[in-house]
């Protein structure tokens, strides 16, 4: 069945260090993607998308390209900041259907 | 502008109580969305509304579950009897019109529901 999965945290890494969180997906069809961010005691924000194979989705420093060929769409950044500190989740959206499937979430902790 | 709300942001009840969830999405979003998020489950979507088209309730986790979408707006979500396996964060979402599954969902900050 549809799935998404993403790599398990927590991620502990200081400041100025790189991030990849690594997602691939199960879905039939061409879906759009996403990475969805979930700041300490705030709601999901949309961080960045990519709605068909070899676009890059970027935002705030962070960039995922869709890969059709592999099912992924890993997020990464060259340099985080304390602000970083989040939970990640990646998620897709089927062209046919309204709902969005997400992975499990990955929490990062950035440290200065 | 102003963004998808909800009330309450904290809901206590006791087990078997009913409780009920607001949701108002961004104004002008046609599609309305509710999802849970819970330490178990992860992200799980519930429902969601279009238009006047009749809800996809594919969701729901059992009959105790209901929404309804007034004037295709302010949505509500009521839970029968709650257990304690309900406990979780509701999230609402609204999108402006699912084109093609490239639509974005924008989310709530949520109501956090605790079933003692």
């Known amino acids: 069945g549809d799935s998404v999965t993403q790599m398990e945290g927590p991620v502990t890494l200081s400041e100025e260090a790189c991030l990849t969180i690594n997602c691939t997906y199960t879905a039939t069809g061409y879906p759009s993607l996403f990475w969805y961010v979930q700041y300490p005691g705030e709601g999901l924000q949309l961080l960045l998308k990519?709605?068909?194979?070899?676009d890059k989705g970027s935002n705030k420093g962070f960039e995922a390209t869709y890969r059709k060929e592999t099912t992924s769409f890993h997020l990464e950044k060259g340099s985080v900041q304390v602000s970083d500190s989040a939970v990640y989740f990646c998620a897709f959206l089927k062209a046919a259907g309204n709902k969005l499937t997400f992975g499990g979430g990955t929490r990062v902790l950035v440290k200065p | 502008g102003a963004g998808v709300s909800q009330s309450p942001s904290n809901k206590v009840t006791e087990k078997g109580k009913d409780v009920e969830l607001r949701c108002d999405p961004i104004s002008g979003h046609t599609a309305l969305y509710w999802y849970r998020q819970s330490l178990g489950q992860g992200l799980e979507f519930l429902i969601y509304?279009?238009?006047?088209?009749?809800?996809?309730k594919s969701g729901l986790p059992s009959d105790r579950f209901s929404a309804e979408r007034t004037g295709g707006s302010v949505s509500t979500l009521t839970i029968q009897r709650t257990q304690q396996e309900d406990s979780a964060v509701y999230l609402c979402?609204?999108?402006?019109?699912?084109?093609?599954?490239?639509?974005?969902?924008?989310f709530g900050p949520g109501t956090r529901l605790t079933v003692l």
């Open positions: 509304f279009q238009g006047n088209s009749a809800p996809d």
């Open positions: 979402a609204s999108s402006l019109a699912p084109t093609g599954g490239t639509d974005t969902q924008y």
């Open positions: 990519a709605t068909k194979a070899d």
